[in-house]
């Protein structure tokens, strides 16, 4: 099998050149939970050269009917892991490096990366890569979920900081909506690395209102200071 065969249909859409050009870009996904494994399957088959997954955390049952790169016999096992063995094994292409730490450990490490793209389940964590990403200048995409609805954002010159940084945990999530954010996030993310055209610093809020509706709102965000 060759590039061109495998990813035929990109290069149909933006061609040979463009296509080309993501094989030098390096991506860290922090979280492989539920966005990280959306993310992981729509961006780890695009052509991306390398992935970095960060999680310090296991699989557990109630995990796998909205972490889509998990299966039963995946419980147990580190997701971070898990997540980078499936990648290669579905593209021969990409080089998917597992961490399994957590943000606070990672972002020691000195590492350089094109794009982070946050798929955690906490505001202090964001908070977090949203001041590692500004210190070393690389931009970011922060997305969240929770019940029906979510958010995202391409984060460059905003601040993050005006979020209440609180330890609020999401309640229920329908799994749909959770690949619906993902996927919304790694559609952002491979415009941003194949050279195209991405509104920044804009928040994008999505939510089913009582008559089933999806309406989505925009918000743009203050620069930092």
Known sequence: MTPQEYFNRQIQLWGEATQKSLESKKIAIIGSGGLGCTLAMALGTSGIGEIHMVDFDTVSAHNIHRQIAFTLDDE????????????????PFVKAVAFDMAFEDFKEMGNSYDLILDATDNLPVRSEIDKYAKASATPWIYASVEEYNGQVCFFEDANFQVFNISDHKPGGITAPIVMHIGSLQANLALRYLAGLPVRKDMLYYLYFNDEGELVTQKFGMPKAE
């Open 76 to 91: 147990g096992k580190n997701k971070a892991k898990a997540v980078a063995v499936l990648l290669e094994k579905k593209n």
